[in-house]
């Protein structure tokens, strides 16, 4: 049996009785099998395009994982990002005509969730026949980035507004709407106005009426009792059409302190 052994080791590979490599038809595999057999000048073009093919496809791994990585990323941040209380309000003759999420509130929030997740933000600005266009660019540390444009009118503005005044209000609206559009941001009261029925006053004229309510010794419940006419809730939950009356109430107050 060793005699055997002995023979069959002496014999040319394509002699011997042992089962044949399995062929790997990769790119890379089929480059392994073309240095084995030797690169000749007439196999070089194949060579060349076998170093291609497999570059591409490395490449093309490359995008798929970082993809991959971005989805996984953004649906976290899509399940901790809240959605956002207006804590800004448009006045005029005293009265409140709307209320909307300020861009550093919304920012404010989801900075944090963001770079938890490993995502960053840039923006980039075109104005174009009157129009601002802001591309809000969501960029993950993996190395996808998702772009989304918002276009707004410049328009005159309030008055009183100079040129560059009206510049930058538009352009802080498309940077705001551009961002919350990238993610999906939901917000409560937007340009809602506040004197319909269900609009509420602002996160800052809550937390105004609540510090001037402990300042004068007011008692809160029954404070609120009258503000949200007997029904449960907090400052938050008082409509907007109370406030001014609120405020007149409570400047009597402060007036005898």
Same mark, same amino acid.
């Given at each position: 049996?060793?005699?055997?052994?002995?023979?069959?080791?002496?014999?040319?590979?394509?002699?011997?009785?042992?089962?044949?490599?399995?062929?790997?038809?990769?790119?890379?595999?089929?480059?392994?099998?073309?240095?084995?057999?030797?690169?000749?000048?007439?196999?070089? @073009? =194949?060579?060349?395009?076998?170093?291609?093919?497999?570059?591409?496809?490395?490449?093309?791994? $490359?995008? /798929?994982? %970082?993809?991959?990585?971005?989805?996984?990323?953004?649906?976290?941040?899509?399940?901790?990002?809240?959605?956002?209380?207006?804590?800004?309000?448009?006045?005029?003759?005293?009265?409140?005509?709307?209320?909307?999420?300020?861009?550093?509130?919304?920012?404010?929030?989801?900075?944090?969730?963001?770079?938890?997740?490993?995502?960053?933000?840039?923006?980039?600005?075109?104005?174009?026949?009157?129009?601002?266009?802001?591309?809000?660019?969501?960029?993950?540390?993996?190395?996808?980035?998702?772009?989304?444009?918002?276009?707004?009118?410049?328009?005159?503005?309030?008055?009183?507004?100079?040129?560059?005044?009206?510049? @930058? =209000?538009?352009?802080?609206?498309?940077?705001?709407?551009?961002?919350?559009?990238?993610?999906? $941001?939901? /917000?409560? %009261?937007?340009?809602?106005?506040?004197?319909?029925?269900?609009?509420?006053?602002?996160?800052?004229?809550?937390?105004?009426?609540?510090?001037?309510?402990?300042?004068?010794?007011?008692?809160?419940?029954?404070?609120?009792?009258?503000?949200?006419?007997?029904?449960?809730?907090?400052?938050?939950?008082?409509?907007?059409?109370?406030?001014?009356?609120?405020?007149?109430?409570?400047?009597?107050?402060?007036?005898?302190?």
């Amino acid at each position: 049996m060793k005699k055997e052994t002995q023979e069959a080791e002496l014999l040319p590979m394509t002699q011997r009785n042992e089962p044949p490599t399995p062929f790997d038809a990769t790119p890379a595999g089929m480059m392994q099998q073309m240095i084995r057999s030797g690169v000749t000048s007439e196999n070089v @073009a =194949a060579f060349t395009e076998l170093v291609k093919l497999s570059e591409h496809m490395e490449d093309r791994k $490359i995008q /798929r994982d %970082a993809q991959a990585a971005f989805n996984a990323s953004f649906v976290q941040v899509q399940k901790a990002i809240p959605a956002i209380k207006a804590d800004k309000a448009v006045m005029k003759d005293g009265q409140v005509l709307y209320q909307y999420c300020s861009y550093e509130e919304i920012w404010n929030q989801v900075q944090p969730i963001l770079s938890a997740n490993g995502f960053s933000v840039r923006y980039s600005q075109e104005e174009k026949e009157g129009k601002v266009t802001t591309t809000c660019h969501l960029m993950h540390e993996g190395g996808v980035t998702v772009s989304n444009g918002y276009t707004v009118r410049s328009g005159k503005g309030a008055p009183g507004m100079n040129e560059t005044k009206c510049d @930058a =209000a538009a352009s802080t609206v498309s940077q705001r709407e551009a961002l919350c559009d990238a993610l999906n $941001i939901i /917000r409560r %009261a937007r340009d809602d106005n506040a004197n319909m029925e269900g609009g509420l006053i602002t996160v800052q004229q809550a937390k105004e009426l609540r510090d001037r309510v402990a300042a004068t010794g007011s008692d809160p419940a029954r404070f609120l009792a009258f503000a949200l006419k007997g029904k449960p809730g907090d400052f938050e939950d008082i409509h907007a059409d109370m406030f001014y009356s609120l405020d007149a109430m409570l400047k009597k107050r402060e007036s005898t302190k």
